[in-house]
């Protein structure tokens, strides 16, 4: 039964993550297909978003519910970022873009990849986007263990200028009821090699609802996290999605997330951030340009599970398909991934 919205808010309103209107969930299978060409043919493509989906983990964390695989073998990892390139020829070619005005970088775990990887990919997009690396905003999502000196570096001079890094907690014992196990002392040496290396824009993600998790732990965490001075900060309520480890576990989010969000809400205010969303603070002098504007510009979405969406659309267009043929690592609980479907209802959200 539909709970009224009066209703949800007594309870929490904590049910799940919509980021965009309408829902994914509304989208059905186009009959016929329409052609990216059609779709996209009346359609203001200047100031485009870029986004690729790289689905590479260390390991997978017990609140995710994306589409990535943990540990995969080199072999797969090739073939799939050979699988990405031959989308994007192709999504350009039908698209005919004439801007990418934003680009980002998601997963899964971007940083899984080698700094040879990451050159190769970029020159990649490049030659099929008009996008001007260091001319743009470019955000990149990075884990404590993934990252190094040398692929820091590597990443600033391609031109990315936000580094987004997965903390989730500082408190080890939050970490654990995340099912986010982190070596001692790996976030701070995280930390500060991102700090070292300067980027424009340094974004702390944190995760609060964790079983048993008090307002004590959350605070001493937010602390932890303002400590660093990042120019931007995320605070995530904790959703557990169906068949996550969580999940599995039996593991419930706390019944305190408002007040959890009431508390981190008034230590980053304090501290001199501005809220934008719900989720997202910023530092108030922080300025960062961007001429994409998701209300009224078109996205590009490569890799397995993304789909080329026009501005203002209520349908998403037929995608070509893209199957990298391989196994993962040899462990029989990690199956290949499907391949890139034209059909949006797939999507791993």
């Not at 998790?213 to 400590?227: I, P």
């Not at 809400?265 to 934008?276: C, N, P, S, T």
């Amino acid at each position: 039964m539909n709970r009224s919205l009066k209703d949800r808010m007594a309870h929490g309103g904590f049910d799940g993550y919509a980021y965009a209107y309408p829902h994914k969930t509304a989208y059905r299978p186009l009959a016929p297909p329409v052609p990216l060409t059609e779709a996209w043919r009346d359609e203001d493509k200047r100031n485009l978003f870029l986004y690729v989906h790289l689905p590479f983990c260390e390991m997978r964390c017990g609140f995710c519910n994306l589409f990535t695989t943990v540990q995969p073998e080199s072999s797969l990892v090739a073939q799939t970022l050979a699988a990405i390139e031959r989308q994007s020829a192709t999504v350009a070619s039908l698209i005919a873009p004439d801007r990418v005005a934003q680009v980002a970088f998601g997963g899964g775990t971007p940083s899984f990849l080698t700094e040879g990887e990451l050159e190769c990919l970029f020159t990649r997009l490049g030659q099929h986007w008009p996008v001007a690396w260091g001319g743009v905003p470019v955000s990149f999502e990075v884990s404590p263990g993934t990252i190094t000196r040398e692929k820091l570096a590597c990443l600033k001079a391609l031109g990315v200028d936000r580094i987004s890094l997965g903390v989730q907690s500082f408190e080890t014992e939050d970490l654990v009821a995340l099912k986010r196990p982190q070596p001692a002392g790996q976030l701070d040496l995280a930390c500060a090699l991102i700090k070292g290396a300067r980027f424009p824009v340094f974004n702390i993600d944190l995760i609060y609802g964790a079983e048993g998790q008090t307002l004590d732990r959350w605070r001493r965490s937010v602390e932890r996290a303002l400590e660093w001075q990042p120019e931007e900060v995320f605070i995530y309520p904790l959703y557990v999605g169906k068949l996550t480890n969580l999940d599995r576990s039996g593991k419930r989010p706390g019944d305190h997330r408002r007040a959890l969000h009431r508390l981190a809400r008034e230590h980053l205010v304090a501290a001199g951030y501005r809220q934008i969303s719900m989720r997202h603070f910023r530092r108030a002098e922080l300025v960062r340009r961007a001429d994409h504007c998701c209300q009224d510009d078109g996205m590009i979405g490569l890799g397995a599970g993304r789909v080329p969406t026009p501005a203002r659309s209520t349908t998403v267009p037929n995608t070509p398909s893209v199957s990298p043929e391989s196994k993962r690592s040899s462990s029989p609980s990690t199956p290949a991934p499907p391949p890139i479907s034209p059909s949006p209802t797939t999507e791993p959200y």
